[in-house]
């Protein structure tokens, strides 16, 4: 949301910088509801995560900023960091936590959830293939993905703590400072444990989680007909054609990057402003980033606010139109009036473009 409030401490609402590591509020109100934190899950991706690897149907992505090269040692330290519940304040939760790595780098609760059970207003989505991203957050307010790193730390919804909080307490294992000066090297008087490579470390990892051949992959490289039922290939006509799921739903990552209003938000009591508040024009409102379809199948609940559990509640959705009451609809959005039938067909399609990457969670 956008609008800034004065509300008062005791009311356990705070106007603040939200976000998951890629998905929360900005300028939101949320109460802080006390509870239990979610479960920091266990590091159990394969040994190794190659840096370079491309899997079939993707193409190159594109090359992180020039002060921030992709190096085997950055993703290591990242990696780490990831799961470290030392990057929250009292210790509790991890970039793990939200984005987990059994439930497809995402979170299974409908948004954010934080330290003392502190919910934000925005689903955690997908980290798989932020590689490819053009602008990071439901709302694009982050260019990169270091850009985006750091601010779950200093959310008070997130982590709830500072970010030279957390560097003391890197600073204080040796062991993290023997691996930081592997990955970013520096004046041997100065500490390695800076702002500016911790922000580095963790997008190095981010970039290493890529999802492809999937069976739609195979099918669509001529590899094997047989990789889609015949209700998939039912659903991917359905999809190429009169479902023009195509128009949002582009290109090898399946997402234009781009900003649409679905009619989601204004299902809310308070809708959420979306792109608009960080573009500042009305044009933008309750518009939010197109998520990729790859690993669809994984990750429930879905749309920004996780109001839809299933995909087939999804289909639904856009089979009518989505939210046809909702000011400034996408043009995009027709009712399609699918059958029970090509609704059964679309969610097929879904389900064969979430095969695990063979370095991520495998089944």
Request: proline share 9%; aromatic share 6%; charged share 25%.
């Amino acid at each position: 949301m956008t609008r800034t409030e004065r509300i008062p401490a005791i009311a356990l609402a705070i106007t603040l910088l939200s976000g998951t590591l890629l998905g929360g509020t900005l300028l939101g109100r949320a109460a802080l509801r006390g509870g239990d934190p979610p479960e920091i899950p266990t590091d159990t991706l394969a040994e190794t995560i190659p840096i370079d690897r491309v899997p079939l149907g993707l193409d190159e992505p594109p090359p992180p900023p020039e002060n921030s090269p992709l190096t085997e040692e950055r993703a290591a330290l990242g990696r780490r960091l990831f799961f470290d519940p030392r990057l929250s304040r009292d210790s509790t939760v991890a970039c793990a936590s939200c984005h987990r790595p059994d439930h497809g780098f995402a979170t299974s609760d409908p948004v954010a959830v934080g330290i003392e059970g502190r919910r934000g207003t925005r689903n955690a989505p997908s980290l798989l293939n932020r590689a490819w991203g053009e602008q990071q957050f439901w709302d694009g307010r982050a260019a990169t993905l270091e850009a985006q790193a750091l601010e779950p730390i200093t959310n008070p919804l997130e982590f709830d703590h500072t970010v030279e909080g957390v560097l003391e307490r890197l600073r204080d294992d040796p062991s993290y400072v023997t691996s930081f000066r592997a990955a970013f090297g520096g004046d041997a008087n100065e500490s390695p444990v800076i702002s500016e490579n911790l922000a580095r470390a963790l997008a190095s990892f981010v970039r290493t989680l890529r999802g492809g051949e999937s069976p739609l992959d195979r099918f669509q490289a001529a590899e094997n007909y047989d990789a889609l039922s015949d209700e998939a290939r039912q659903g991917l006509w359905i999809f190429e054609s009169r479902g023009k799921c195509w128009r949002c739903h582009s290109g090898p990552n399946l997402t234009d990057e781009k900003f649409h209003n679905t009619g989601i938000a204004h299902l809310q009591a308070e809708p959420d402003q979306g792109r608009s508040g960080v573009t500042q024009d009305r044009a933008d409102r309750n518009k939010f980033k197109t998520p990729s379809l790859r690993g669809v199948a994984r990750t429930p609940p879905y749309m920004h606010d996780g109001s839809l559990a299933t995909l087939r509640d999804v289909v639904l959705y856009y089979s009518r139109g989505g939210n046809l009451a909702a000011p400034g609809l996408a043009p995009e959005l027709d009712p399609l009036d699918l059958t029970e039938r090509e609704v059964g067909f679309l969610v097929a399609l879904l389900e064969v473009m979430s095969s695990a990457p063979p370095n991520v969670d495998r089944d």
